[in-house]
């Protein structure tokens, strides 16, 4: 059972069912938007689920770590726990709320029998705290089963304008700011830009190249990916691995992404950039004056090696889920 208090669920979906498992997703928005309400409604629907529900192995998204704090607590009796801990768990991403609670964290890591994380650094930092910790990435997605990845035989600059993809939802781990930037210096390019308009500051100046799609359900999501030619995925943390980079890759379009030691190891045939105007403008640009058959290659090469990565990755996981749901 993959279990998550949250409003995006596609990777707990994607990931149970990868595991043969079931996902519990809970997130009471539909009977209040009050935060304080909807926690505590969140935690009496948990421990209800936790005591009568039906699981042989738990395995539980941080943030938030209340969620994990509650699923060690109230799990029935020697139920194996695993923790998915991404970057904002450990207070990174900005979340200044997880960074309070490292205490609990850290000792979630002791109680839980394996610890997922995105880099090797964070294994690290989990290992050493006397957990057991696992790098684990994005499953492969549901609807890969009906349609397998393949490299669109289109060509950036074959549209006019270029059209972009920028998965955003306005964190604080992305450079919306600097993208804007990059906008204005490309005007000939259109930005097609995810995510609630109402986490932008009101005096934000949005380009005329730049539309604001809004917070887009899966299959919207999707479509907008496939109706791009490129697609820009960009954080400031460096310990993140993005699922959008993943499903970019996945729907054979070039990604531009933020350089870090992890994208440029786990995401080798895309064209990396520091989060700078001038990186991001030039890595696009690189990316429109490449060369087609080039182009075919690296899109080709990017699928193909994070099918290996994903295909490592899930069957060691299973393998252990397996063995756990056995004891």
């Keep these: 059972m993959v279990l998550a208090w949250t409003k995006i669920s596609e990777r707990q979906v994607d990931l149970a069912y990868q595991l043969s498992g079931e996902a519990k997703i809970v997130f009471p928005d539909r009977v209040t938007n009050n935060t304080i309400v909807r926690f505590l409604l969140s935690a009496v629907q948990t421990i209800i689920f936790l005591r009568r529900g039906s699981y042989r192995v738990l395995i ?42 490292q205490i609990l964290h850290r000792w979630l890591w002791r109680r839980a029998t394996l610890v997922l994380v995105t880099t090797e650094e964070l294994a690290k930092t989990v290992n050493a705290g006397g957990g057991h910790a696992l790098i684990f990435h994005e499953p492969f997605a549901r609807w890969q089963e009906f349609e397998e990845p393949s490299v669109p035989t289109d ?15 306005f964190a604080r781990d992305e450079p919306v ?10 005007r000939n390019i259109e930005f097609r830009v995810t995510g609630n308009p109402d986490r932008l500051p009101d005096d934000t100046l949005i380009p005329p190249n730049v539309t604001l799609v809004g917070f887009l359900g899966p299959e919207q ?22 699922r ?36 991001i403008t030039a890595a696009l640009m690189g990316v429109i004056e490449e060369d087609h058959d080039l182009s075919l290659q690296r899109r080709a090469a990017a699928i193909e090696t994070s099918r290996k990565i994903t295909n490592v990755q899930t069957e060691e996981l299973r393998k252990r889920v397996t063995e756990l749901s056995l004891l």
């Design 155 to 169: 060509f950036p600059g074959s549209a006019h304008p270029i059209r972009v993809c920028v998965p955003f939802i």
């Design 177 to 186: 700011g600097v993208l804007f930037s990059v906008a204005r210096r490309l």
């Design 221 to 242: 999501f999707l479509s907008e990916m496939k109706k791009s030619d490129i697609v820009i995925v960009l954080s400031t943390e460096r310990e993140s691995v993005m």
């Design 244 to 279: 959008t980079a993943y499903e970019a890759i996945r729907v054979g379009r070039t990604l531009v992404v933020s350089k870090t030691e992890a994208t440029l190891k786990y995401f080798p045939y895309a064209l990396h950039a520091e989060n700078t105007e001038t990186s």
């Design 60 to 101: 539980v998204t941080a943030p938030p770590i209340e969620t994990a704090l509650i699923c060690a607590a109230f799990r029935r009796r020697g139920k194996p726990l695993i923790l998915d801990s991404h970057p904002g768990a450990f207070g990174l991403m900005g979340d200044a709320r997880s960074r309070k609670l």
